[in-house]
Nanobody, 116 residues
Framework: QVQLVESGGGLVPPGGSLRLSCEASREINSRVAMGWYRQAPGKQREMVAFFTISGNTEYADFAKGRFTISRDNTRSTMYLQMNSLTPQDTAVYYC??????????WGQGTQVTVSS
């Protein structure tokens, strides 16, 4: 079992930046996928960025060049640096650790609102 807790969300004006954090209750094995997803009102949850099991990073097209995913060496904390935010980035952001269909963990989410 892994508990994930996101933090760092909030209200930011267009063009602003936020850094989200996801803290895991224990060190995450390197052979799992972990990443960030988001869900806007009335829309399906979508991938933002993640680490593959080989440690490579993947980004959604809307995140490329603006968002950066990172994690600490213990892999117990993951981050999402978001720059040049737009109102379309408004959503609840979730972190996820996926080690198989029976080991799929999500945090409770953190709200990001981009508005002037």
């Amino acid at each position: 079992q892994v508990q994930l807790v996101e933090s760092g969300g909030g209200l930011v004006p267009p063009g602003g930046s936020l850094r989200l954090s996801c803290e895991a209750s224990r060190e995450i094995n390197s052979r799992v996928a972990m990443g960030w997803y988001r869900q806007a009102p009335g829309k399906q949850r979508e991938m933002v960025a993640f680490f593959t099991i080989s440690g490579n990073t993947e980004y959604a097209d809307f995140a490329k060049g603006r968002f950066t995913i990172s994690r600490d060496n213990t892999r117990s904390t993951m981050y999402l640096q978001m720059n040049s935010l737009t109102p379309q980035d408004t959503a609840v952001y979730y972190c996820r650790v996926h080690a198989g269909p029976l080991n799929d963990y999500w945090g409770q989410g953190t709200q990001v609102t981009v508005s002037s």
